[in-house]
Antibody, heavy 121, light 109 residues
Framework: QVQLVQSGAEVKKPGASVKVSCKAS????????ISWVRQAPGQGLEWMGW????????NYAQKLQGRVTMTTDTSTSTAYMELRSLRSDDTAVYYC??????????????WGQGTLVTVSS | SSELTQDPAVSVALGQTVRITCQGD??????ASWYQQKPGQAPVLVIY???NRPSGIPDRFSGSSSGNTASLTITGAQAEDEADYYC????????????FGGGTKLTVL
């Protein structure tokens, strides 16, 4: 069965970086993209970006451009999301999700369990 | 602010039909997908494309679109349908950037 298993919760100080992993299993990793979505406490969902597991092409939300990098390791079927220069408003649950499209789509059929990233001094 | 607009809250009587809407210019060009999220859980895809349901999603969930408005309809709402619902699509830039609506809290009375 398809599973996306994310790394554990993180606590970071403002200005630091965080790297969240998302290990995929149960399907051919390079046949789908991975999208990342975050949700601040009590708030809605926010699309962060997408990466093709086939060729590494990326597409990032404009507000995160320059601070976010998404990568994949096809040898371990793992996707990574790194966010730099963390601020308090980056505190959120971060989700990875399998994207059904060959390019960024809105269709995410499997989700990771979420990783809470807390930014606090 | 979001380029996709949803009503913050909607209620429905048990067993009745409810429509949750999502408005945005980009919906004239792209389909919306719909997600259900219950407290403390990851979102679940319930509708994608023109009107496709993933395996395991009950057929009381359906989707439609007209002009700049996408709709999720639940026919015969059940207590377990009480949740937050989010629409998702591309933004209007043409650069394949994703955007979520602000979400609709559905209460089943």
């Amino acid at each position: 069965q398809v599973q996306l298993v994310q790394s554990g919760a993180e606590v970071k100080k403002p200005g630091a970086s965080v790297k969240v992993s998302c290990k995929a299993s149960g399907y051919t990793f390079t046949s789908y993209g991975i999208s990342w979505v975050r949700q601040a406490p009590g708030q809605g969902l926010e699309w962060m970006g997408w990466i093709s597991a086939y060729n590494g092409n990326t597409n990032y939300a404009q507000k995160l451009q320059g601070r976010v990098t998404m990568t994949t390791d096809t040898s371990t079927s793992t996707a990574y999301m790194e966010l730099r220069s963390l601020r308090s408003d980056d505190t959120a649950v971060y989700y990875c999700a399998r994207d059904l499209g060959w390019e960024p789509s809105a269709d995410f059929d499997y989700w990771g369990q979420g990783t809470l990233v807390t930014v606090s001094s | 602010s979001s380029e996709l607009t949803q009503d913050p809250a909607v209620s429905v009587a048990l067993g009745q039909t409810v429509r949750i809407t999502c408005q945005g210019d980009s919906l004239r060009s792209y389909y919306a997908s719909w997600y259900q999220q219950k407290p403390g859980q990851a979102p679940v895809l319930v509708i994608y494309g023109k009107n496709n349901r993933p395996s395991g999603i009950p057929d009381r969930f359906s989707g439609s679109s007209s002009g700049n408005t996408a709709s999720l309809t639940i026919t015969g709402a059940q207590a377990e349908d009480e949740a937050d619902y989010y629409c998702n699509s591309r933004d209007s830039s043409g650069n394949h950037l994703g955007v979520f609506g602000g979400g609709t809290k559905l209460t089943v009375l």
